[in-house]
RNA sequence: GCGCCUGUAGCUCAGCUGGAUAGAGCAACGGACUUCUAAUCCGUAGGUCGCAGGUUCGAAUCCUGCCAGGCGUACCA
């Protein structure tokens, strides 16, 4: 909000000199107010007078001298610079800076929302692992960024709704169904060899032990078909129920979880078949039916109906993206395995080909996990079925150093997982450090609680605020200032790490103030400003690890 | 072959809707605990931003072409 009101002095300036014959031209070109990366270059500067001086036909320095002497310093301004090839810099007094932590204070958790959403309605839809076996670390990955991606857009004034889409329904809950039965054969002793393109994680076995244990060896005679069917809806349903808790233990909930099969039984997918035939969409070659891709930007076209009848999966997902728009979505992203790009065009011509546009379609391609355990590579084959589950890792180290080591960078990058880094209670994880700022400031707290300094370790106000002028804290200030510009930055780039490196900033101009001033000294009132401040670090802090699904800790 | 992602310090990565001297953590080296938590801090050292062109007053950032790595390229899901 402070560059907004810059940009409204560079905007007045600007149009008094037009008005006063200094300027020949009323035009503003594009212009950018920023905050230089060198303290040296003030806290703010536009390169307005760079970017005018072809509409001016006018030196940029020239341009900026005459802006400089039409812009007041005095109370918020303390000085204005002009430097390099014309930017204007600004250098702002330290009490520009005081109202930010009155506004902390006033608007506590909801310090750092915004509005740009303009309440727009848009779906995150994550994770979405086939029923068939647990969630492994890549699924971590996605599920961590999926939700954040949904904390941030709801912070940023967006109406955002989290999406489980359950593949409960095709060959895969089939194969699920064959794997279980052949474990459970085996169990009542019967010599039958396990299909090659079965599921072999132990997690079968287990499913099967427990139909055994309960339903004992009825199933040897039952009709095959039936028996798959029975063991298929057992295991997937069971599996589901794990999935759910693996996620809940990792701190996710969603608004919905979506069953594929309901748009089967809701006739969803053969209307979306029969919209598409009546649209020309689709014709017939070989014995399937084809969706006219190439005609929306994809390679190829694509089999919705194949030719021994069945639809594939593409089929229903694009019924299922369908539904979503009707639902109201303005915007949907879907968050993948990068495994999965080459999907992309095929959906996105799909919802094209539905009367959507492109951008309402949005994929969050997360890359792959690669495990480590002490720099050395894990395997994690899913067909061996000898993979490390998201549970494995929460269990081992902890939820919140999961998330945090998900979320630390790009999902556009791989990412190297390491287990014994992860679970390392030390400066090497980055988790601790920025926890630790909040388990501190509240140890402060405490502290001036008990000397009677403040009523309570929570207060709703700011005092003595004006009495903060060491370099530190109107540095700590400016970089509180700077949330809101952050949580729209990661809300208009879907990028959640902003706000990881956001933490990290802040966590460390923490640490360099407390090991530099004490805040409980021998003078109270320079105490109370102190106490406001780091409350208010507290409180960002806080709001900023609920964004990444971190839980901000009382004590460590 | 084609498509997507990546290539920045010894390692892991920020910075990429163009801005002024390219940042952080780890590792290395040297310091700071009688103090509100040393799970911390301060300092030193470390770079042809993969290579080559182009656009621009200005390029790690945009464009083109190479090179390297990962992933994908089904009438599977």
Redesign the pocket.
Known sequence: MMKHTIKRIVLDAAQKAFENGALVSEQIPEM?I?E???Q???DF?T?FA??S??VQKMA?RKIAEILVSLIETGSLIEKV?I?????I?FFLSNKAWYPVIDQIFEQDKRYGASDIGKNEKVQVEFVSA?P?GPLHVGHGRGAAVGDSVGNILCFAGFDVQKEYYI?D?????RTLGTSVWVRLLQKSGKEVEFPEDCYKGDYIIDLASEIHEKEGDKFIQKDEDEAIAYCAKFAAKKILKGIKEDLSDFGITFDQWFS?QSLYDAGRVQKAIDDFKTKDLIYK????LWFRAQDFGD??N??V????G?????ASDIAYHMEKYERGFDRVIDVW?????????RIDASVVASGRKSEQFEVI?V??V?LLRGGKPFQMSKRAGDFVTLKNIVDEVGKDAARFMFL?????????FDLELAKQ??????V??V??VH??I???????KQENIIQDIDFNKGKNIHLLNAVEEINLIKILNAFKENVE?SA??L?P??IF?YL??L??AF???????????DDQEQTLA?LSLVLGVKKVIRNALTLLGVTA????
């Open positions: 950018e920023e230089p990366r060198h040296a270059h003030g500067s390169n760079m970017v001086a072809a940029p610079e430097a390099g090839p014309g930017f810099n086939n068939t593949n329904s095709g060959r895969q809950i594929e070659e070989d014995g399937a390679e190829k694509r089999v109906v194949r030719n021994n069945l639809t594939t999966y593409f395995g990068a495994d999965h790009h080459g999907y992309i065009k391609l890359q792959l690669n630390s960078r790009s999902y556009d990058s791989g990412l190297d209670k030390n400066s090497d994880n980055p601790y450090y926890q630790y388990a501190r509240t140890g402060i707290l405490l502290k001036a930055k208009q780039t990028h790490h902003v490196t990290m900033s966590a460390s640490h360099s103030y407390y090991n530099k001033h004490k805040v409980i000294t102190r800790p009382e004590r460590m």
